[in-house]
């Protein structure tokens, strides 16, 4: 099992908001499970939680991970393809965010464009690496700083935007014909409070 796979298809991603296959997939991230077993958790009866995992295998967010035999009847054990999923823009192609429309540094819409490009992309990327079984070379940086005052806050902002331009300048070969492009996203936002998940709502379909 992924710890995180991306969703592309605009269909399965409409799969995977569906209130009780987002249950589903969420016991099956845990561990294998049959139908029968499932629908003692979730509280729905066997024939329709075999008929969410027989969709949600369709669209490859669930695979069979075993048979076992009880009584007259094989049971089949799913379990989730990933831990976690994330939905590409792509699945929403016709309006997926453009962060080349515009370009605002101070804007947190086009941090969020941004953010949405990052998920594309790469996204598409760890699809194509998997296709070719090759490893994907990427790099990520997160940490946390609390700023004492607001003037703090925008001398960090100058001294690395002066930090990252001059590193570009140095390393950047554009006339390299054995090269690679490469993208670089650097964010800066207030950090977000977690906040408890709430329970998910049980729609008999």
């Not at 929403?92 to 540094?105: C, S, T």
């Not at 998997?130 to 004492?148: H, M, N, Q, S």
């Amino acid at each position: 099992m992924l710890d995180v796979t991306v969703i592309e298809d605009a269909e399965a991603a409409a799969v995977s908001l569906d209130p009780v296959r987002a249950r589903l997939l969420a016991e099956l991230a845990a561990g294998p499970a049959s139908a029968a077993m499932l629908a003692g958790k979730v509280g729905l009866p066997r024939q329709k939680v075999n008929y969410h995992l027989k969709t949600l295998e369709r669209h490859g967010l669930v695979e069979l991970a075993g048979e076992r035999r009880k009584g007259n009847v094989t049971e089949r054990l799913m379990r989730a393809t990933a831990a976690s999923y994330v939905i590409s823009p792509v699945a929403l192609a016709a309006v997926q965010p453009d962060p080349d429309r515009f370009r605002d540094q101070l804007s947190a819409r086009w941090l969020l464009a941004l953010g949405a490009r990052l998920v594309r992309d790469v996204g598409s990327l760890i699809t194509g690496a998997t296709k070719a079984r090759k490893r994907l070379a990427t790099y990520a940086l997160d940490g946390e700083v609390r700023f004492a005052s607001a003037a703090d806050r925008a001398a960090f902002v100058q001294e690395l935007t002066a930090g990252v331009s001059a590193l570009v300048r140095k390393y950047d070969a554009p006339d390299a014909e054995e090269g690679r492009d490469h993208r670089i996203v650097v964010a800066l936002h207030p950090t977000v409070k977690d906040q408890p998940t709430p329970p998910t709502p049980l729609v008999e379909k």
